[in-house]
């Protein structure tokens, strides 16, 4: 059996159609039942006065790998770049802040409450039902384990319920193939910089699904060492964005912060002596550090923003130099930061790189790039939907392992 469309265009289980390669095997074996060869071998040729009719798929996708709830579908026809019809997202921040950070029990309980509301918002801006959804995709990894448990069993149900087959999304793909959904969408091949709260990489990309790992972080992430850093400054969780605010009152030369790995000679990162680095910088300007207002405190968060950008924008140029490629794709949170971007624009534009980004509001987790990745999977055929409704999360999954 496989998936096909109908004349309805829907996607359906049919039995597997014969290949060309079969059909000569069985002309091969059957010269002598009296069938001409011309009858078993002719391809079956379209009426010249039909119009071509393009399949058209529709990919309701879910995230809900940690604090945020994101739905959304994408409609895909044909070969065309697939298109957002509708997406919505709920941040747990508020939720969060309280306790410094993400609490996993409290992120899984509330992806229950707000998915299916979201779902209904997105199918209700969309101006299509449930009925019109081709394929449920979801996160499957990495992320916390209660959380992708969520958006896997609503998913698994609701698929189930409509007879429809699912897809697990890698949520790293997600955000690799989140600027395709911009109004810049870059081209294959590219370098890319994957650069969030939890993962820090760079990667070859030569298409969907043929991903080479280049260097990554050793330690901890980019984004970690820009929320444990502004949490060092008393700024509120998530402390990424607000220390890149602060930053712009500061001088980035104030204080000389180390930039680990800079001049390793590979692709890797670290970003744990940076965030001992700010520990000590903090002790020794004593309550400064903390105080609003303080000029102190401007420049030790311009100073981290520097150390941080710095390496980044040091490596991807590296990256393209040595492949020879001149396009960058930037995803993930930190691809949000403002001084990141401006720096890799003028360093790019120096060196005639094309440069693409997700949207502003695209950069954090969403159900848009979930949704945008199962479409593109399935366009190119590095993947196919199946009607297998298990809760097969994987918490640990690196991308270099996706198939």
Same mark, same amino acid.
């Given at each position: ?59 309701? =996708? ?6 945020? %709830? ?146 990554? %972080? ?9 929320? /444990? ?20 009152? =500061?001088?980035?030369?104030?204080? /000389? ?17 940076? /965030? ?10 004593? =309550? ?15 100073? %981290? ?61 969403? =159900? ?15 993947? %196919? ?19």
């Amino acid at each position: 059996m496989e998936w096909a469309w109908n004349e309805g265009l829907l996607w359906e289980r049919r039995p597997r159609r014969e290949s060309f390669l079969v059909r000569c095997e069985r002309l091969k074996n059957h010269r002598d039942e009296g069938v001409a060869p011309t009858e078993i071998m002719a391809k079956p040729q379209a009426a010249a006065h039909a119009p071509l009719k393009l399949p058209v798929m529709r990919i309701l =996708g879910i995230e809900s790998s940690c604090d945020e %709830t994101g739905v959304a579908l994408v409609e895909s026809t044909g070969d065309a770049l697939p298109r957002l019809l509708s997406h919505a997202l709920y941040s747990q921040i508020e939720m969060h802040q309280a306790y410094g950070g993400v609490v996993p029990e409290l992120a899984s309980r509330d992806h229950i409450r707000r998915v299916l509301p979201l779902t209904r918002q997105v199918m209700a801006e969309a101006g299509a039902a449930l009925a019109d959804v081709d394929v449920v995709a979801y996160t499957r990894g990495p992320g916390l384990a209660g959380a992708l448990l969520v958006g896997s069993g609503v998913a698994c149900a609701l698929a189930a319920a409509l007879g429809k087959p699912v897809l697990g999304v890698h949520h790293l793909e997600g955000h690799l193939l989140s600027p395709f959904l911009s109004a810049d969408p870059p081209e294959f091949p590219f370098i890319a910089l994957l650069v969030s709260g939890g993962h820090t990489q760079l990667m070859r990309v030569d298409g969907v699904g043929r991903y080479e790992l280049l260097g990554e %972080t050793i330690d901890d992430a980019a984004g970690e060492a820009f929320d /444990k850093s502004a949490k060092l400054m008393g700024l509120p969780y998530p402390g990424g964005p607000g220390l890149s605010r602060l930053a712009e009152q =500061g001088n980035p030369a104030a204080y /000389k912060l180390p930039r680990p790995l800079l001049h390793s000679g590979d692709f890797d990162f670290s970003f744990a002596g940076l /965030k001992t680095a700010v520990l000590t910088q903090t002790k020794k300007i004593g =309550g400064a550090a903390q105080t609003e207002g303080a000029p102190e405190r401007a420049d030790l968060a311009a100073s %981290t923003q520097a150390a941080i950008v710095e390496v980044l924008l040091k490596k991807s140029m590296a990256a393209l130099k040595s492949s020879g490629l001149s396009r960058l794709v930037v995803a993930g949170g930190v691809g949000a930061n403002r001084e990141l971007r401006r720096q890799l624009n003028e360093a790019c534009a120096k060196t005639r790189v094309r440069v693409h980004y997700p949207e502003l509001h695209l950069c954090t987790d969403n =159900g848009a790039m979930i949704a945008m990745a199962a479409a593109m999977r399935l366009q190119s055929g590095a993947q %196919t939907a199946e009607a297998r409704y298990s809760f097969d999360v994987k918490p640990r999954w690196p991308l270099h392992e996706l198939a």
